[in-house]
């Protein structure tokens, strides 16, 4: 079953995101509390934990949830390699992914690290079509694309 590991927010641009309770989406707006929230395309980050442990095995330091600015981390759901539109059901939410990968700045405390960040190619990004709560061990499932 797929579903969600770790909810993760931060309070200001550019810091490392850090796991709490559970988080609260809004339609127009994403994550309560979260700094990057907005009426925009990338109002929650996801990431797999399978991508997190690829980078595990190179990382000199600890890589906790959050560590990568995802607001969710994942496992069992191949999310890189879903396309953009495809729907989620996260617990009693839904969202829909509107971008696969972006730019890592240059100043990534991971990029430093171990050279590498996998948010470029592996992290993707949604906006909340269903609003609610979401807490780790929440079933995560894959609808399809938008209707």
């Avoid at 990431?47 to 969710?72: I, K, Q």
């Avoid at 981390?73 to 509107?98: M, N, Y």
């Avoid at 993707?124 to 780790?136: C, K, S």
């Amino acid at each position: 079953m797929a579903q969600v590991i770790s909810v993760n927010i931060s309070e200001k641009k550019g810091e490392q995101k850090h796991p709490v309770p559970e988080i609260r989406l809004r339609c127009r707006h994403g994550i309560m509390g979260d700094a990057h929230a907005g009426d925009w395309h990338r109002q929650i980050s996801l990431l797999a934990e399978e991508s997190v442990d690829t980078m595990r095995a190179l990382s000199p330091v600890a890589l906790e949830p959050g560590v990568f600015a995802e607001n969710l981390t994942t496992r069992g759901v191949d999310l890189r390699h879903l396309p953009v539109g495809t729907h989620l059901r996260i617990g009693e939410t839904e969202v829909e992914l509107t971008q696969i990968g972006k730019e890592c700045h240059s100043d990534c405390a991971i990029k430093k690290a171990v050279g590498k960040c996998v948010m470029p190619t592996e992290g993707v990004f949604a906006v909340v079509i269903r609003e609610g709560t979401v807490r780790p061990g929440d079933a995560i499932e894959v609808l399809g694309g938008a209707e």
